[in-house]
């Protein structure tokens, strides 16, 4: 039995009284690597090793070995506790409890709210309150200094397959609070409905937001929709909340502040112009929650 991605060593072993946890869950892991004492945190999800799906920056999530959640994996680190998603097998979960490993499942999180309780939450579980509080303290006022004020503008997240952030996601949520109207939630389209591109053609948004680097999403023709702004913004940063989110509200708000007015109709220079807005540098791979 071994344990994938070990690129590096864990942390040295001085978590004293707390209990060691391995993580299963991709969104946990970003949030345990902040708030966990040294070398408490024996292992991370295989995901936190993809920079395509991480939630967390790739130097920091090389810091901790990975497993694929097998119980074998998971067994041979003999944690305390095992933090898992919604999804974990029934078997393994029963193997583990079998072998007297605390399971914590964790759910996804659609709001700020949800995001500070399941901190809290870890928190109280791995003896962490303290520092659960301060990750807490940042994210919410990172979220009260993001606030956009103004009037919003419809704006459509289209993400890989064509898919869009739908009612009670933290994606659309993350929207809201940046400025955006979503235009996926007001024709009524549930998380993950697939919005095709001659639905955006016919009935485009202010702001075209793509999230991922399907040829769809980057149809020539887009380029032609008079009076879209079109804008990039990494999958990454729309998977999980926790530490993800004052990454994606900075993210968010640099987009928003640069949507221009539209132009008066009739007005010098005919109709509206598209000013495509440049994609930023890939961002570092931080920031998976399956929102």
Known sequence: MT????????????AGDHATIVSLNPCADAILADIAAPGQLLAVSHYSHDPAASSMPPDQAMRYPSTGGTAEEVLALAPD?????????????????????????????????????????????TGNADRAAALSHRIAAAWQASEWHGAPVTALLWQEGG??????SLAQTLLEHSG???????????????????????DPPRVLIVA?????????????LDGVEQARIAPA??????????????????????????????????????HNMPSPQPPPAGGRGRS
């Open 212 to 224: 991922g680097d399907d040829a769809v999403l980057h149809h020539p023709v887009l380029a032609r």
């Open 81 to 125: 506790m095992v933090v898992a998603d919604a999804f974990i097998a029934p078997a393994t979960r029963r193997a583990l409890e079998q072998a007297g490993v605390q399971v914590e499942v964790l759910g996804i999180a659609g709001t700020l709210d949800d995001s500070l309780a399941q901190i809290a939450t870890l928190g109280a579980a």
């Open 237 to 274: 940063m729309l998977y999980c909340a926790g530490p993800t989110i004052p990454r994606a509200l900075a993210r968010l708000g640099e987009i928003r502040a640069q949507v221009p007015p539209l132009p008066l109709a009739g007005g010098a220079g005919g109709g509206p112009v598209t």
């Open 163 to 168: 898919l869009v952030a739908g009612e009670g």
């Open 180 to 202: 955006f109207a979503s235009l996926s939630a007001a024709r009524g389209l549930g998380q993950g409905a697939y919005l095709p591109l001659e639905q955006v053609l016919a």
């Open 3 to 14: 344990v994938s991605g070990c690129a590096a060593a864990p942390p040295p072993d001085d």
